[in-house]
T-cell receptor
Framework: DAGVTQSPTHLIKTRGQQVTLRCSPK?????VSWYQQALGQGPQFIFQ???????QRGNFPDRFSGHQFPNYSSELNVNALLLGDSALYLC??????????????????FGEGSRLTVL | GQNIDQPTEMTATEGAIVQINCTYQ??????LFWYQQHAGEAPTFLSY????GLEEKGRFSSFLSRSKGYSYLLLKELQMKDSASYLC????????????FGTGTLLAVQP
């Protein structure tokens, strides 16, 4: 049973460029969330996708966009990169809250992350 | 507003017990999670509390008081491999399971 997989693991970009990060959720999961984690900080919620739609968004500019595909995999796109976008980008998969019950806490399962460096 | 507070760093001795506190103020509440994150790795799930009281899982226990907006993670019989960052996270509720994370507590276990 594969866990959450992300690609690429590391990448370096320059200011103004665009980047696409990819995520495959854990088998059986239907919801994908993206988080940004700066060094020494906790993860910050970017957005969540369910049924191929953005369900909720955190406090991130429109330069951050995403997509979910019919197979539940997801992409995170960041345009016009800034130095401050350098961070670890974590994908987390889970079951939708509609399926959370006594035996399923709805916890997030995280991938290893994509380490983005913007120069 | 949303605010989750936990100590930045803690140090403890191998074999000892350590308690990591977390206080929260969020617009809603539908569960509190603790995650462990080793340097350069993904966070991994440790525990979940949605009702008041203590949940025990082996060497790890987590406590919740919803009326006080307070939780703690208790680690017993500390091992060197427990050196990591411990993240407290609150699920606000509603249709999504968005988590709001604290900044994490970096625990250093010394011999």
């Amino acid at each position: 049973d594969a866990g959450v997989t992300q690609s690429p693991t590391h990448l370096i970009k320059t200011r103004g460029q665009q980047v696409t990060l990819r995520c495959s959720p854990k088998s059986g999961h239907d919801t994908v969330s993206w988080y940004q984690q700066a060094l020494g900080q906790g993860p910050q919620f970017i957005f969540q996708y369910y049924e191929e739609e953005e369900r909720q968004r955190g406090n991130f500019p429109d330069r951050f966009s995403g997509h979910q595909f019919p197979n539940y995999s997801s992409e995170l796109n960041v345009n016009a990169l800034l130095l401050g976008d350098s961070a670890l980008y974590l994908c987390a998969s889970s079951l939708t809250m509609n399926r959370v019950g006594l035996l399923n806490t709805g916890e997030l399962f995280f991938g290893e992350g994509s380490r983005l460096t913007v120069l | 507003g949303q605010n989750i507070d936990q100590p930045t760093e803690m140090t403890a001795t191998e074999g000892a017990i350590v308690q990591i506190n977390c206080t929260y103020q969020t617009s809603g509440f539908n569960g509190l999670f603790w995650y462990q994150q080793h340097a350069g790795e993904a966070p991994t799930f440790l525990s979940y509390n949605v009702l008041d009281g203590l949940e025990e899982k082996g060497r790890f226990s987590s406590f919740l008081s919803r009326s006080k907006g307070y939780s703690y993670l208790l680690l017993k019989e500390l091992q060197m491999k427990d050196s990591a960052s411990y993240l407290c996270a609150v699920r606000e509720g509603g249709a999504t399971n968005k988590l709001i994370f604290g900044t994490g507590t970096l625990l250093a276990v010394q011999p």
